[in-house]
């Protein structure tokens, strides 16, 4: 099982991105899938994720201007990240919690930066 994530880049305060993360190999299914960011020195944290119901949860200092989707026909992941921030910047990973025949595990994609900046 893969996740790859892409989608990053340079944008202006103000701006929008939208990240997009697609799992690939022997899926049976998929139950939550979200992201999370790592910041310079600072640890990865929590940015936002969605169960296989559409059920949200962010972290707080996104809420309001991220929203998180998933198309399950595509095993996909996005998030659309709107008035973004110069603390937005990071690197963001996405992560989904995936049954293979070997049963359920975590897995990560390989993170895209996100660089908010004038």
């Known amino acids: 099982v893969q996740l790859q994530a892409s989608g990053g880049g340079l944008v202006q305060p103000g701006g929008s991105l939208r990240l997009f993360c697609a799992a690939s190999?022997?899926?049976?299914?998929?139950?939550?899938m979200g992201w999370y960011r790592q910041a310079p020195g600072k640890q990865r944290e929590f940015a936002a994720n969605?169960?296989?119901?559409?059920?949200?949860s962010y972290t707080e200092s996104v809420k309001g201007r991220f929203i998180i989707s998933r198309d399950n026909a595509k095993n996909t992941v996005y998030l659309q990240m709107n008035s973004l921030k110069p603390e937005d910047t990071a690197v963001y990973y996405c992560?989904?919690?995936?049954?293979?025949?070997?049963?359920?595990?975590?897995?990560w994609g390989q993170g895209t930066q996100v660089t908010v900046s004038s």
């Open positions: 190999g022997s899926i049976v299914s998929i139950g939550v």
């Open positions: 969605i169960v296989s119901g559409d059920s949200t």
């Open positions: 992560n989904a919690y995936i049954n293979t025949w070997a049963g359920w595990s975590g897995y």
